[in-house]
């Protein structure tokens, strides 16, 4: 219906009607929860947490503030609200601005239907074109938020008194939508007094220019908490203008972050070789990032955000499949040998937060290390690998590794047929490259758990008896 209306007296008899923003998003809002549709879609680990509390300041018709680490989806959150949006929004056509054809608030709209009146243009635009969105620096001008004096339309032969000289900034031009600010306190305080006036009163001036602009603009922007203080950079008058402030967090849980990483990961569109991620080392990598998050050595105010996962996930990944090219196999497995690849997927995603620890390398290790025990521990009792450490006290030796064959480990399978069935308890795969893997996962957890020695070469390990 929306493209056959060409005029505003189309748009009347059509019966459309013309409500705010906040109106318009609060009605799809609730239309989506009677309907039980998610609010936000590809959002894990929030739904009785964060998404509660959406729902509700969106109901209220609240300008909302997010505050939280890096990685905890305000971004996907803020640009998802584009979907409760109508999806076509009548316009006067030609308006910078959207100007609402029953109440147009700028110089150019207001003219042209005074004139026209009725057969005043109109066209429709795409929800997608009713969202704004700017990342706060400190050399964020009023000019970028707000609009400026522009040289060419004086140049043309306007008074600088005329209204139709402004050039509008970002918040203007999603009139009538969603504008976000990410990284508010990052905003210069000259520029979050600007904001004061577009969230109290829906207002904007230009330039001491007295014009007035009542906007209808709904903002959304996003903070970390550290910041978002009496302490940190944010003035006061600005914090109380928000109606609902909205606190994000960290998956509560590895079965949670894991979701996440499994529709966030690299996927090659085609691949000749099958990749394996055996579950007990997904639980480890996923457990590894919560250590990090508790860790005293790493800076929590700045987070270890689910990228970091991902980021882990996928270079596993790479490892098992440049392993598996090097020795011609078709199945590649992820093994502990691969997790040597986390010093440059993970270095790069962490701060150290104290001075006797500066070395990020060994940081990772023993995160890694610790998961690994926890890991092994919650599928394995040791009474179990009683026979595989007798086999190393009467001095036999495994070496693991790129640079290795899988002899060693062949033969502990040829001479433990016990080990197969641990084995077939933790790995539900019964091909032998996922069966060695699970028996160099067994090898490290009893390193870990001290009834193994481990030498460790820059890209290979070897396995022997415990010293005396």
């Known amino acids: 219906m929306e493209h056959e209306i060409k005029t505003l007296g189309q748009l009347r008899a059509s019966g459309w009607k013309s409500i705010s923003?906040?109106?318009?998003?609060?009605?799809?809002?609730?239309?989506?929860?009677?309907?039980?549709?998610?609010?936000?879609?590809?959002?894990?680990?929030?739904?009785?947490?964060?998404?509660?509390?959406?729902?509700?300041?969106?109901?209220?018709?609240?300008?909302?503030?997010?505050?939280?680490?890096r990685g905890q989806g305000k971004s996907r959150i803020i640009r998802s609200l584009v979907s409760l949006l109508d999806e076509w929004l009548p316009i006067v056509a030609g308006s910078e601005i959207n100007d609402d054809p029953y109440r147009p608030v700028s110089a150019f709209a207001r003219a042209l239907v005074l004139?026209?009146?009725?057969?005043?243009?109109?066209?429709?635009?795409?929800?997608?074109?009713?969202?704004?969105?700017?990342?706060?620096?400190?050399?964020?001008?009023?000019?970028?938020?707000?609009?400026?004096?522009?040289?060419?339309?004086?140049?043309?032969?306007?008074?600088?008194?005329?209204?139709?000289?402004?050039?509008?900034?970002?918040?203007?031009?999603?009139?009538?939508?969603?504008?976000?600010?990410?990284?508010?306190?990052?905003?210069?305080?000259?520029?979050?007094?600007?904001?004061?006036?577009?969230?109290e009163e829906r207002d904007v001036q230009i330039r001491g220019y007295r014009i007035s602009?009542?906007?209808?603009?709904?903002?959304?922007?996003?903070?970390?908490?550290?910041?978002?203080?009496?302490?940190?950079?944010?003035?006061?008058?600005?914090?109380?203008?928000?109606?609902?402030?909205?606190?994000?967090?960290?998956?509560?849980?590895?079965?949670?972050?894991?979701?996440?990483?499994?529709?966030?990961?690299?996927?090659?569109?085609?691949?000749e070789l099958e990749i394996y991620f055996p579950g007990y080392l997904r639980a480890t990598i996923a457990s590894t990032s919560a250590l990090a998050r508790t860790s005293p050595v790493i800076n929590q105010r700045s987070g270890v955000s689910v990228r970091t996962t991902v980021a882990n996930y996928e270079a596993l990944e790479a490892a098992a499949v440049r392993?598996?090219?090097?020795?011609?196999?078709?199945?590649?497995?992820?093994?502990?040998?691969?997790?040597?690849?986390?010093?440059?997927?993970?270095?790069?995603?962490?701060?150290?937060?104290?001075?006797?620890?500066?070395?990020?390398?060994?940081?990772?290790?023993?995160?890694?290390?610790?998961?690994?025990?926890?890991?092994?521990?919650?599928?394995?009792?040791?009474?179990?690998?009683?026979?595989?450490?007798?086999?190393?006290?009467?001095?036999?030796?495994?070496?693991?590794?790129d640079e290795n064959s899988d002899e060693d480990l062949e033969k502990i399978l040829e001479t433990l047929p016990e080990i197969k069935e641990v084995i077939a308890r933790i790995e539900a795969r019964s091909e032998r490259p996922a069966e060695l893997a699970a028996l160099e996962f067994l090898l490290e957890g009893l390193h870990l758990a001290k009834r193994l020695n481990k030498y460790q070469g820059e890209f290979s390990s070897i396995y022997a008896k415990r010293s005396r």
Do not use: C
């Not at 006061?236 to 402030?245: A, E, N, W």
């Open 21 to 69: 923003v906040r109106a318009e998003i609060r009605s799809n809002a609730i239309g989506k929860i009677k309907s039980g549709e998610p609010l936000i879609a590809g959002i894990h680990g929030y739904e009785s947490t964060v998404l509660p509390q959406l729902e509700t300041a969106l109901l209220a018709g609240h300008d909302i503030i997010l505050l939280g680490e």
């Open 323 to 401: 392993r598996s090219l090097l020795s011609g196999e078709n199945l590649a497995v992820v093994r502990p040998s691969d997790f040597w690849v986390l010093a440059a997927s993970m270095a790069g995603k962490i701060e150290l937060d104290t001075v006797e620890e500066t070395d990020e390398v060994a940081v990772i290790q023993k995160l890694v290390a610790k998961s690994i025990l926890e890991v092994f521990r919650s599928v394995v009792a040791l009474e179990e690998l009683r026979g595989l450490v007798a086999l190393f006290e009467e001095g036999y030796e495994v070496s693991v590794g």
């Open 213 to 271: 602009l009542p906007l209808d603009v709904m903002l959304i922007a996003s903070a970390n908490p550290e910041d978002y203080t009496n302490r940190g950079r944010l003035i006061t008058p600005l914090k109380d203008r928000f109606g609902s402030q909205i606190r994000t967090h960290y998956p509560l849980s590895t079965e949670i972050e894991l979701e996440i990483v499994d529709q966030e990961i690299f996927r090659a569109p085609t691949s």
């Open 115 to 199: 004139e026209l009146g009725d057969e005043t243009p109109v066209e429709f635009v795409h929800r997608s074109q009713r969202f704004g969105e700017k990342l706060a620096t400190p050399d964020t001008s009023m000019a970028d938020l707000i609009g400026d004096v522009d040289p060419i339309k004086v140049a043309e032969g306007r008074y600088l008194a005329d209204e139709l000289t402004m050039h509008f900034g970002l918040v203007p031009r999603t009139n009538r939508g969603i504008f976000a600010i990410n990284e508010l306190p990052d905003l210069a305080e000259r520029i979050q007094v600007g904001l004061l006036s577009i969230l």
